[in-house]
Structure formats: structure tokens, C-alpha cells
């Protein structure tokens, strides 16, 4: 996969994240939850709302060698956020495929 598509996934899957994370499904499910998973939900949304300002923010080219060097880590990352969104009642198993990816964002653009 070129950097400027694993680029531009990586932007689309945050942006998908935060909505579920945002759905009235993900508050009911996290209004049930222990309060230092409801904790950690609102840590991730933070984390992912930089994530995305500094990816879209990003020159590409500045960039690159970064993500050429995190590609496994960001599919890796990619599909289990894919796998995750369509099951939100799994709501930790969410926030584990989130933190996967935002460390691999993290290393790309540290």
C-alpha cells in the first residue's frame, strides 16, 4: 500500500473511530461501564482527536519515511479498528484496536 493511501486510511479510520465513539450506542454502552473504562474512552477521544489534527496537518513528505517505517504497525492497526467498529457492544475491544492504531500514528509522526 503507498504511504499516500495508508495516509489517507489512517485519517478516514480516526475519523470513523471518533464517530462511533461519539454514537448514542457507544454512551449507552459506556454509561454501564467501570469508571476507569469510561475513563480510558474519553483519554482515547482526546488522543485521537490530536491524532487526527497532526495527520491532517502533516506535510505528506515530512512524513513519509515515518509511516514507511510504521506500515505493518498501521494496517495492523487499520484492520483491527475495521473489525472493531461493527461490533461497539465490544466496547474495550474497541478502545484496545484505537490505542493499537494511535500508537502506531504516534511513532509515525513523533
Not at 491532517?56 to 506500515?71: C, D, R, T, Y
Not at 467498529?85 to 500508537?103: K, N, T, V
Amino acid at each position: 500500500m503507498d504511504q499516500v493511501r495508508i495516509h489517507a486510511e489512517v485519517l478516514k479510520v480516526l475519523g470513523d473511530l471518533l464517530l462511533a465513539m461519539s454514537s448514542p450506542e457507544w454512551d449507552a454502552r459506556l454509561g454501564n461501564a467501570e469508571p476507569a473504562d469510561r475513563a480510558r474512552a474519553l483519554a482515547l477521544m482526546l488522543r485521537l482527536q490530536e491524532a487526527r489534527v497532526l495527520l491532517g496537518n502533516a506535510a505528506l513528505v515530512a512524513i513519509l519515511k515515518p509511516m514507511q517505517a510504521e506500515e505493518a504497525a498501521l494496517k495492523a492497526g487499520l484492520e483491527a479498528v475495521s473489525r472493531s467498529l461493527g461490533h461497539l457492544e465490544d466496547f474495550r475491544g474497541l478502545m484496545d484496536s484505537a490505542a493499537s492504531l494511535l500508537a502506531a500514528v504516534g511513532e509515525a509522526v513523533a
